[in-house]
């Protein structure tokens, strides 16, 4: 079964700051991958996602996030953040097949 | 307005008491999943649905049953609830999952068994 790593549970940012969370999968296999982020309160939205093709993909918000298929991971990046950013960011990974896999979240909190 | 709806939003009931939760789509999806999530465990997909009739067993399908008997509709069902089952619950569907699809999530559905 595929596995989904999140290793930064909580991110504290400065306003304005670039921010980085990583995410790592375990399959070698080919798989779709998704950023989600869960607003306090609220279902998740999709952030942005990988299915083919520019390893660069960009999202709303400003987010971007980069498939690295040797280190298998995806990384979402904001290279400033906003106050509105505060939020929990959920990395998904489906191989294609019928279940989805999602990593425990990190929770960024961005601070005036 | 295209959306996914949970009932109820929140229920707080005792073991043992049967319930049921609704999710309804109206976007045609072919696939629909139930989540539950819970802090530091992310979302752990407990069953999903690639059509009508068609429904399989996700990572935590233990003490829930789902039936599709129609597109649109994808209840969760907790014949007898205990306490280990307190936790917050998502619908999501999607057109198809294989093709990488978005999934569309509902607002969700807190629940607390005592």
């Known amino acids: 079964a595929q596995s989904v790593t999140q290793l930064d549970s909580q991110v504290p940012v400065f306003e304005e700051a670039p921010v980085e969370l990583r995410c790592n999968y375990s399959?070698?296999?080919?798989?779709?991958l998704f950023w989600y982020v869960q607003y306090p309160n609220q279902g998740l939205q999709l952030l942005l996602k990988?299915?083919?093709?520019?390893?660069l993909v960009k999202g709303i918000n400003g987010f971007e996030a980069e498939f690295n298929k040797s280190q298998t991971s995806f990384h979402l990046r904001k290279p400033s953040v906003h106050i509105s950013d505060t939020a929990e960011y959920f990395c998904?990974?489906?191989?294609?097949?019928?279940?989805?896999?999602f990593g425990s979240g990190t929770k960024l909190n961005v601070k005036p | 307005e295209a959306q996914v709806t949970q009932n109820p939003r929140y229920l707080i009931t005792v073991t043992g008491k049967k319930l049921t939760v609704t999710c309804s789509q109206n976007?045609?999806?072919?696939?629909m999943s139930w989540y539950r999530q819970d802090p530091g465990l992310g979302l752990r997909q407990i069953y999903y649905s690639m059509n009508v009739e068609v429904t399989d067993k996700g990572d935590v399908p233990e003490g829930y049953k789902v039936s599709r008997k129609e597109k649109r509709n994808f209840p969760l069902i907790l014949e007898s609830p205990s306490p280990n089952q307190t936790s917050l619950y998502f619908c999501a569907s999607s057109l198809a999952i294989g093709l990488g699809d978005t999934q569309y999530f509902g607002p969700g559905t807190r629940l607390t068994v005592l």
């Open positions: 399959s070698s296999v080919s798989v779709y």
């Open positions: 990988y299915l083919s093709g520019s390893t």
């Open positions: 998904a990974v489906s191989e294609g097949s019928n279940k989805f896999y």
């Open positions: 976007m045609n999806h072919e696939y």
